[in-house]
């Protein structure tokens, strides 16, 4: 079945550094790929989003490429910030999966920064 | 507009009662979809609401159930509750069509004693 793969946390950064979370998925077909951040208490909120092969998305800093030969699609941000803490997740939606909103969640990958 | 509403936000119960969360979706959303969340088995569909229909259902017993009514908000029922369905659950709306984004809510969060 379908299914994303994320690195494991706690990635810890200091403020000003390159950020990377990894990313990958197996999906039957041509999935959308989201990237989803929650803050401590809350609940989720899209950061980005890509809907085919080689879209960017991006949205406040943060990046992320549909590479569909290594079925990827890993975040990146050039110089986090304190405020970046929290846990993101990963997601992918497939037509092929039964719904038409059904998401499926990596693990999520928990980013705290210091300053 | 308002963003995505669950009601209660927090909820202890003990096993055996059960146990109904609300989610009001967006202005003019006609998706509601429902996700546990635990630490151990991360985020989780549960089903979805489309026009008070069940459109899609994840793998959970027949203890869960939901429901959406004619303006859209939608409820979720647990019956006969164990201790394994403490969790963060989150509700998201979308307009319902393919490729639309979907909204979180901040969720209920359900302590099972």
């Known amino acids: 079945g379908d299914s994303v793969t994320q690195m494991e946390g706690p990635v810890t950064l200091s403020e000003e550094a390159f950020l990377t979370i990894n990313c990958t998925y197996t999906?039957?077909?041509?999935?959308?790929l989201f990237w989803y951040v929650q803050y401590p208490g809350e609940g989720l909120q899209l950061l980005l989003k890509a809907t085919k092969a080689d879209d960017k998305g991006s949205n406040k800093g943060f990046e992320a490429t549909y590479r569909k030969e290594t079925t990827s699609f890993h975040l990146e941000k050039g110089s986090v910030q304190v405020s970046d803490s929290a846990v993101y997740f990963c997601?992918?939606?497939?037509?092929?999966?039964?719904?038409?909103?059904?998401?499926?969640f990596g693990a999520g990958t928990r980013l705290a920064v210091h300053p | 507009k308002a963003g995505v509403t669950q009601t209660p936000r927090y909820l202890i119960k003990t096993r055996g009662q059960q146990v109904t969360l609300s989610c009001s979706p967006i202005s003019g959303h006609r998706s509601v979809s429902w996700y546990q969340q635990t630490p151990g088995q991360g985020l989780q569909f549960l089903f979805e609401y489309f026009s008070e229909t069940q459109r899609n259902k994840g793998n959970f017993p027949g203890r869960f159930s939901g429901r959406q009514f004619s303006n859209s908000r939608s409820e979720m029922n647990v019956s006969t509750l164990e201790l394994g369905d403490s969790a963060l659950y989150l509700c998201?709306?979308?307009?319902?069509?393919?490729?639309?984004?979907?909204?979180f809510g901040p969720g209920t969060r359900l302590l099972v004693l």
């Open positions: 999906a039957t077909g041509y999935p959308s």
């Open positions: 997601a992918l939606r497939s037509p092929f999966s039964g719904g038409y909103n059904k998401l499926i």
């Open positions: 998201a709306s979308s307009l319902g069509g393919v490729g639309e984004t979907q909204y």
